[in-house]
Every structure is written in C-alpha cells, then in structure tokens.
C-alpha cells in the first residue's frame, strides 16, 4: 500500500480515533488502527471490541491496500512531523515507511485480516436527528449518570425514541436529568435504548454543531454516521429503571432564581464543603435564598441569592456539585426550583423542556 496525504488531515482522522483502543493486556492487534485504501482516501478503524470508530481521509492513492499500525505511535508521530504531504508505503512484511519533510519514520504493523470485523450493517430502525440536538442534549443529561461499577445500568444514557420525541435521561439513584425534543420517526420505530458510557464519551468529543446525525440500531448494536466518522457501539442489555416513578407528581412551592448568582453563590460556598460532608444547605425565605457551607473545625462561608418567592421558610441541604451540574448545563438566565419541603426531592426546570430531579441530604 502506497499513499500520500496532508499532514492535517491524516492527524485530524487520527485524533478522531486513537482514542478508541483497548487496554494493555488485550489483543495486541486491537492497540492498532486498521488503514485501508479506497481510490481517493484512506479509512482509518479502531475498535475495542465494544465499540468501534471508523473516519476517512482525503489523499492520493498509488498503491491500493490495507495494514494495521500502532495507533498512539503513528498519532504521536503526526503531531510531531512537519505540515505539508506525508508519504506513506508499506511493505508485504506489514513494514510502514513515513516521509514527513525532513522526518523518517518506521512503524511495525499486523495484518489487516486479523482486525476485527465491524458490524454487519442490514436491516436497523433509523433516525435522522441533528448533531447538535443530540450533542445539547448528551451535555444536559449525561453528568448525571453514574459512576459506580456496581451499578452498571444507570452508567449509561437512556435514549427513548417514543410519542414523536427524543427523551434522553440519566440518573445515578441520587439524582435524574431528563430532557426532550420533539422528533419525527414511523410508529414501528419507537423504541428504548442505553448507550454505554464508553459510547456517549466518544459522541461528545465527535459531535458537531452542523449537520445530521443518521442513527441506525440493529439487534443489541448501534450506528452513529456523522457525515466523516461513523461510531458503532454495542447497546446495554438490561432494562433501564422506571425513571419516572421519582419524579415528584406536584409540588406546593415554586421558586425562581437568577441561574448564574445561584451557581457563582454555590461555587464560592463550597470552598468549605471539602471535607467527607460535602454538603450545602439552602435556606428559601421570602425573596432570599441563604447558601451556607461549613468544614468541621476549620471554617464557614454563607452568601446570599435574591429570589421569587412568598412562601413559608424551608431549609434543605443538598450536595453542592450535584446542584451546579446542572446550572452550568442550561443556558437560561432564570431557573425555577420546585420544592415541598426540605426532606423530599426539588425539582430544578427552565424554559426548554429539561428537568432535574435532586434528593436531599439528612440535615442533622
């Protein structure tokens, strides 16, 4: 095999892949990125075996062919290299050879035929859904799965195509994002889906802002064509909890807020909320909001929030990340907090239909 391509280029089709490798110890093939030539690009695959990402780069083709080179050797060795053409020949014993300017490089590789093999594509329900909703969407849900192995389900995303709309929902039993968009799709295509976490990290660092994304789910796989990169994933198996169940049916108080003081008042009383306890409390009067942290032994810090509301006193603690998460994940200038009382969960809305369920922690 025989190529030339622009340094820029093979780095940035490099970029969208090395991250997708498996760990040390596993098939050292799998450490490697698949090149393989068509008549006027190259397609550049990684895989780990649970997923699997595949993007194509322009350039001028000689020799056709396809081999395996260490991916991390080959992408350090583009970031180093010159810009202006890169020459690249392999030999029959799978021995790259790379002109970049002034540079050499000799690169090692395996066979293409020991590659995995990516998923048969066939019959699948698909969407069209563009890149950008499903990017806002992941970036308001996704902090909110977990993060605890031994709860493997609620590590992923929940991706609900039903009744016309997209419902993205994550939650790790103390805390649940959801939010949705409206979507056309066929009746026979409602369906449930869990992206891996694995899956949603790698669609967040390729996702762009223009464009469509063409979702294809067949069996337990999925399919993310993004107009260059083609992401394929394995699906979780389980069934996703009944999210629903803990979102609160009313609540009596309904409090607004400045979303930007709240999170700058949260932010600097945390400072004090380091130790084991992690928490804040919020104290809702009437048209004041009080946000105090202490660390035992050591200090406090309050500050204060002006707000709208009327009602009577209540004081709640919650664990100061798990309410700037969300803040700093929506873009409106108010937010509404909906609450009952300090000990069961608030809700935190915006005008986009998104929600944030919150339990509280135990004021001693």
Same mark, same amino acid.
């Not at 108080?253 to 807020?257: A, L, N, P, R, T």
């Given at each position: 095999?025989?190529?030339?391509?622009?340094?820029s280029?093979f780095?940035?089709?490099?970029?969208?892949v090395? %991250?997708?490798?498996?760990?040390?110890?596993?098939?050292?093939?799998l450490?490697?990125?698949?090149?393989?030539?068509?008549?006027?690009?190259?397609?550049?695959?990684?895989?780990?075996?649970?997923?699997?990402?595949?993007?194509?780069?322009e350039?001028?083709v000689s020799?056709?062919?396809?081999?395996?080179?260490?991916v991390k050797?080959?992408?350090? #060795?583009?970031?180093?290299?010159?810009?202006?053409?890169?020459?690249?020949?392999?030999?029959p014993?799978?021995?790259?050879?790379?002109?970049?300017?002034?540079a050499?490089?000799k690169?090692?590789?395996?066979?293409?035929a020991?590659?995995?093999?990516l998923?048969?594509e066939?019959?699948?329900y698909?969407y069209?859904?563009?890149?950008?909703?499903?990017k806002?969407?992941?970036?308001?849900?996704?902090?909110?799965?977990?993060?605890?192995?031994?709860?493997?389900?609620?590590?992923?995303?929940?991706?609900?195509? &039903?009744?016309?709309?997209l419902?993205?929902v994550?939650?790790?039993?103390?805390?649940?994002?959801?939010?949705?968009?409206?979507?056309?799709?066929?009746?026979?295509?409602?369906?449930?889906i869990?992206?891996?976490? &694995?899956?949603?990290?790698?669609?967040q660092?390729?996702?762009?802002?223009?464009?469509?994304?063409?979702?294809?789910v &067949?069996?337990?796989?999925?399919?993310?064509?993004?107009s260059?990169v083609?992401?394929?994933s394995?699906?979780?198996?389980?069934? +996703?909890?009944? +999210?629903?169940?803990?979102?609160p049916?009313?609540?009596s108080?309904?409090?607004?807020?400045d979303?930007?003081?709240?999170?700058?008042?949260?932010?600097?009383?945390?400072?004090?909320?380091?130790?084991?306890? !992690?928490?804040s409390?919020?104290?809702?009067?009437?048209?004041?909001?009080?946000?105090?942290?202490?660390?035992?032994?050591?200090?406090?810090a309050?500050?204060?929030?002006?707000i709208?509301?009327?009602?009577?006193?209540i004081?709640t603690?919650?664990?100061?990340?798990?309410?700037?998460?969300?803040?700093?994940a929506?873009?409106?200038?108010?937010i509404?907090?909906?609450?009952n009382?300090? !000990?069961?969960?608030?809700?935190?809305?915006? #005008?986009?239909?998104?929600?944030?369920?919150?339990?509280?922690?135990?004021? %001693?």
């Open positions: 095999m025989k190529f030339k391509v622009i340094r280029k780095l940035d089709g490099l970029k969208s090395q %991250n997708i490798v498996a760990g040390k110890g596993s098939l050292p093939i450490q490697n990125v698949m090149i393989e030539s068509g008549e006027r690009s190259i397609k550049l695959t990684t895989t780990d075996l649970d997923i699997s990402i595949k993007a194509e780069v350039c001028e020799e056709a062919g396809a081999t395996t080179l260490p050797l080959l992408f350090v #060795s583009m970031t180093k290299a010159a810009e202006g053409e890169i020459e690249v020949e392999v030999d014993q799978e021995r790259a050879s790379i002109r970049a300017g002034s050499r490089f690169l090692q590789g395996m066979p293409a020991e590659f995995p093999q998923p048969e066939g019959d699948a698909s069209t859904v563009p890149q950008a909703t499903i806002e969407m992941l970036r308001k849900t996704s902090y909110a799965a977990s993060q605890d192995d031994t709860r493997r389900m609620l590590k992923g995303v929940l991706m609900s195509f &039903k009744d016309e709309k419902t993205m994550a939650t790790d039993g103390r805390r649940l994002a959801l939010v949705e968009k409206e979507l056309e799709f066929p009746k026979a295509s409602e369906r449930d869990v992206l891996p976490s &694995k899956a949603v990290a790698e669609l660092r390729s996702l762009g802002n223009d464009g469509d994304a063409m979702i294809m &067949k069996k337990s796989q999925i399919c993310f064509n993004l260059g083609i992401i394929y394995k699906l979780m198996d389980d069934t +996703y909890p009944n +999210y629903r169940q803990v979102i049916a009313s609540c108080e309904h409090i607004v807020v979303r930007q003081l709240l999170l700058d008042a949260l932010e600097r009383a945390s400072v004090m909320s380091m130790d084991d306890s !992690h928490s409390k919020l104290i809702f009067e009437s048209n004041t909001l009080t946000v105090t942290s202490a660390a035992n032994d050591i200090g406090e309050k500050d204060e929030v002006p709208k509301y009327a009602g009577e006193k004081e603690m919650f664990n100061p990340t798990y309410v700037m998460d969300p803040l700093k929506i873009d409106d200038d108010e509404t907090i909906d609450i009382d300090g !000990h069961t969960p608030a809700v935190i809305k915006c #005008s986009v239909p998104f929600l944030y369920v919150l339990m509280p922690l135990r004021i %001693n």
